[in-house]
């Protein structure tokens, strides 16, 4: 049995790379935990097949109407539509599913982490952060702040960092400050303002 065969490698490839596909697309949406490309084989054979699945109606009616005279758009069709445009359409309408408030009243959110729900909006905060060892960050996160995602640690980059005054207030930017990096391990909470 000749694993290099040419019809085994691509029988391999039609059922495993629109999966694949789906799977980094839905990582894109939804950074969670890191599991390697073994260990999701399986899942992107069944996420193929799916794909497949939802084309068999329609499909026979797209090869009437593009391989009459036309057999190149036929093969467009099939290797770049089905294989490469499709997984990824089905993912998005996924994360609009998953993300619904219809859904979210009984299925879990599928961001596992409150840290990356916050920050995935990209939305301009005045940050208060409180640390363990008992002193108070406070700073701007806007357009040039950095917040990491999962699987990554929580970091937090803040473009701009602000003293307080002594009712807590927001008095100044400290002077000539690039920003700060601050290590969720040494964060008790953060607090929010707009």
Not at 22 to 48: M, N, W
Not at 70 to 87: I, T
Not at 158 to 184: C, M, N, P, T, Y
Request: glycine share 6%.
């Amino acid at each position: 049995m000749d694993l290099w065969d040419a019809s085994k490698l691509s029988l391999f490839a039609l059922f495993v790379v629109p999966g694949f596909i789906a799977i980094k697309c839905y990582q894109l949406f939804f950074p969670g935990t890191h599991r390697s490309a073994s260990e999701q084989l399986v899942d992107a054979i069944a996420y193929s097949v799916i794909n497949y699945a939802l084309w068999f109606i329609p499909a026979p009616f797209v090869q009437k109407e593009l391989s009459v005279g036309n057999g190149g758009m036929f093969h467009f069709f099939y290797h770049v539509a089905v294989v490469f445009v499709s997984p990824i359409i089905l993912v998005w309408i996924w994360k609009c599913i998953r993300t619904s408030q219809l859904v979210q009243r009984s299925a879990p959110h599928p961001v596992e982490k409150p840290w990356d729900f916050v920050f995935r909006k990209r939305e301009a905060y005045w940050l208060k952060i409180f640390l363990k060892n008992g002193e108070v960050l406070a700073g701007r996160y806007g357009s040039n702040s950095f917040a990491s995602s999962a699987p990554s640690d929580e970091q937090l980059y803040l473009e701009e960092v602000w003293i307080l005054g002594e009712k807590g207030q927001f008095e100044r930017v400290k002077d000539r400050s690039a920003g700060a990096i601050i290590s969720s391990s040494e964060i008790s909470y953060v607090e929010f303002k707009r």
